[in-house]
């Protein structure tokens, strides 16, 4: 069975910090694409971040690149996600995903329950 569980969402002020963790279990690592989604409200779920089991490729949306960083703990199967100088346009819940059929997007095989980010201006 593969779960995915966020934590490390909150409160913080615009140029700050966060770092969401995602914990896995339940997949083939080497061969699952993983990512992170945001969603705010009255809008679309959006790319953030995805990185490759396998081969370690990384790739970031536009608004975030500069930004953060998606990174991984193999020993650990957990998924990070490094987030800095933080804007008030980044509040949404944040989503973690994975999938072993391809390349992790919105239509991912398996996601997490969402943890809130909620940044002040």
């Known amino acids: 069975q593969v779960q995915l569980v966020e934590s490390g969402g909150g409160l913080v002020q615009a140029g700050g910090s966060l770092r969401l963790s995602c914990a896995a279990s339940g997949l083939t690592f080497r061969s699952s694409s993983m990512g992170w989604f945001r969603q705010a409200p009255g809008k679309e779920r959006e790319f953030v971040a995805r990185i490759s089991w396998s081969a370690g490729s990384l790739f970031y949306g536009d608004s975030v690149k500069g930004r953060f960083t998606i990174s991984r703990d193999d020993a650990k199967n957990t998924l990070y996600l490094q987030m800095n100088s933080l804007k008030p346009e980044d509040t949404a819940v944040y989503y973690c995903?994975?999938?072993?059929?391809?390349?992790?997007?919105?239509?991912?095989?398996?996601w997490g329950q969402g943890t809130q980010v909620t940044v002040s201006s």
């Open positions: 995903a994975a999938d072993v059929r391809g390349l992790v997007t919105v239509r991912a095989q398996y």
